[in-house]
């Protein structure tokens, strides 16, 4: 059975950096696509950064290129989201998500992941 735990969220001031950690359980890393979304209140949830299984492409969402590292330890048990350059536009619940079959690695796609954490608040100050 998969289960995804997020942890690493806390408040910090704007500049700073924060590392999100999520670690999983019946998860085949090299079976599964791995993911971090984030969902701002009135926001639509939204694909933040993925590591893609077969050959371990990533991807970024334009606004956090250059300053958000998705990666995942030696073991393959634990993925990481490393957040340098915070900004107050970051605050937001971040979930960890898997999916078994994703249709695109130039996107992620909501619906393609359909295994979720129950997430770990972000909170970046000015």
């Known amino acids: 059975q998969v289960r995804l735990v997020e942890s690493g969220g806390a408040s910090v001031q704007a500049g700073g950096s924060l590392r999100l950690s999520c670690t999983t359980f019946?998860?085949?890393?090299?079976?599964?696509?791995l993911g971090w979304f984030r969902q701002a209140p009135g926001k639509e949830r939204e694909g933040v950064a993925a590591?893609?299984?077969?050959?371990?492409?990533?991807y970024y969402a334009d606004s956090v290129k250059g300053r958000f590292t998705i990666s995942q330890d030696n073991a393959k048990t634990t993925l990481y989201l490393q957040m340098n350059s915070l900004k107050p536009e970051d605050t937001a619940m971040y979930y960890c998500?898997?999916?078994?079959?994703?249709?695109?690695?130039?996107?992620?796609?909501?619906?393609?992941?359909?295994?979720w954490g129950q997430g770990t608040q972000v909170t970046v100050s000015s």
């Open positions: 590591i893609y299984s077969g050959g371990g492409k990533t």
């Open positions: 998500a898997a999916a078994f079959f994703v249709r695109t690695v130039d996107a992620m796609r909501l619906g393609d992941f359909d295994r």
């Open positions: 019946g998860v085949t890393f090299n079976r599964y696509s």
